[in-house]
């Protein structure tokens, strides 16, 4: 009886004894990348920067101005009429209907993209006509000015105020 009652008691025992629940761990939060508001390759050379453009309208134009880190030159894309999904040429600035220019400074120069194109994927605009959304690619090669000029490839805007 002695042995049964040890028994019992060792098999109570295990039963009352558990084990405490190791709490589930904590899983790591996604981090989620950013998309670049612009990134092109500029004569083989990659520029991108995240929340660094805004959005304009002034007379007949609309357009989206990028401020690349670390620097005080501009890229602005102006459209004159509003920009609808679609492939548009790039031109130099006329200001007549339905043009698309892409200007960008370089040491001090404005120069503009005179062959090459942009095609947008995704565009809205607000009701006063700024663009408050924007997904597109583009290429070009630009006007020579000091006997310099720049070819963009791997352009890519994912614009969102």
């Known amino acids: 009886m002695k042995k049964q009652f040890i028994i019992g008691f060792l098999l109570i025992s295990l039963i009352a004894c558990k084990k405490e629940e190791e709490p589930a761990p904590t899983p790591p939060t996604a981090t989620v990348p950013t998309v670049p508001d612009i990134s092109l390759k500029l004569d083989s050379v990659l520029s991108s920067c995240s929340d660094c453009s805004y959005a304009y309208k002034s007379g007949i134009l609309r357009g989206i101005t990028f401020n690349l880190p670390s620097s005080s030159e501009p890229i602005l894309l102006n459209f004159s009429m509003r920009p609808l999904p679609g492939s548009y040429p790039f031109v130099k600035p006329s200001f007549s209907a339905n043009e698309v220019t892409f200007q ?10 005179v062959t090459g194109s ?21 290429s070009f090669i630009s006007d020579t000015l000091n006997n310099k000029h720049y070819k963009a490839t791997e352009g890519v805007i994912n614009f969102e105020e």
Do not use: L, P, W
């Open 104 to 113: 960008f400074k370089r040491q001090g120069t404005y120069y503009t993209a």
């Open 118 to 138: 942009i095609n947008v994927t995704e565009s809205d605009t607000n009701s006063y006509g700024e663009i408050k959304k924007m997904k597109a690619t583009f």
